[in-house]
């Protein structure tokens, strides 16, 4: 029944390590997104996409990639992840670029 | 640059008072804004949003209030219960980028029994 699902839910990994944080909405949406919030709980886009085609993409270094499947799914792939990396990532999708916004539950990643 | 912030990080009210969380925002050119409830552990969940050519707008319990002279956004909880107990942000999104939300900082809603 979860609308905007993401996994792992929790992630403890070394610096150095690749991992992938999956996400899947069963909204029927055509747009998708990953936020990343940090300690003081700050929201920020990351990345956007419209049908499998990115259309916003922050200033987010390039160890980040996003890859969409399908419509309804959007991984984010991290690698040789660093210390700062540790934050709480965060599904989302929208039926148009602009619409609600629903999030998912969130990924709380820890690189030690 | 332009920017969304609230006015106080936690905001402490009794049960059964009206709650007031303020918002403000740099950017006029801003033309739809929105309201998130975050509970601990779990996502940002849609309160209320409204667009720029209103004024005012109400749900169950909860009234947005937005005024574009001052920037300002207002979310207004009725008769506050320990279940409002929560982080709430507000965020806008422009027109010339609309999937694009730019959040407050937060502020805390604790609900004293």
């Known amino acids: 029944d979860t609308a905007v699902s993401q996994t792992p839910k929790y992630l403890v990994t070394q610096m150095g390590n690749d991992k992938s944080i999956k996400c899947e909405q069963n909204?029927?949406?055509?747009?998708m997104y990953w936020y990343k919030q940090d300690s003081k709980k700050f929201l920020k886009i990351m990345f956007s996409?419209?049908?499998?085609?990115?259309?916003i993409n922050e200033t987010v270094p390039n160890r980040f990639s996003p890859k969409s499947p399908d419509k309804a799914h959007l991984n984010l792939h991290i690698n040789s992840l660093e210390l700062g990396d540790s934050a709480v990532y965060f599904c989302?999708?929208?039926?148009?670029?602009?619409?609600?916004?629903?999030f998912g539950e969130g990924s709380w990643l820890t690189v030690v | 640059g332009e920017s969304v912030g609230l006015h106080l990080p936690t905001l402490s009210v009794q049960e059964g008072d009206n709650s007031i969380i303020n918002c403000a925002y740099s950017?006029?050119?801003?033309?739809?804004f929105i309201w998130y409830k975050q509970e601990s552990g779990k996502g940002p969940q849609f309160i209320i949003d409204?667009?720029?050519?209103?004024d005012k707008r109400q749900g169950q319990r909860v009234t947005v209030l937005l005024n574009k002279t001052v920037k300002h956004l207002s979310l207004q909880i009725a008769a506050t219960q320990p279940g409002d107990s929560a982080v709430y942000f507000c965020?806008?999104?422009?027109?010339?980028?609309?999937?694009?939300?730019?959040f407050g900082q937060g502020t805390t809603l604790q609900v004293k029994p």
């Open positions: 989302a999708s929208s039926s148009v670029s602009g619409n609600t916004i629903y």
């Open positions: 909204l029927g949406h055509d747009t």
């Open positions: 996409y419209n049908n499998k085609e990115l259309i």
């Open positions: 950017n006029s050119a801003s033309d739809y």
């Open positions: 409204i667009r720029s050519n209103m």
């Open positions: 965020a806008h999104a422009m027109s010339s980028n609309t999937g694009k939300l730019i």
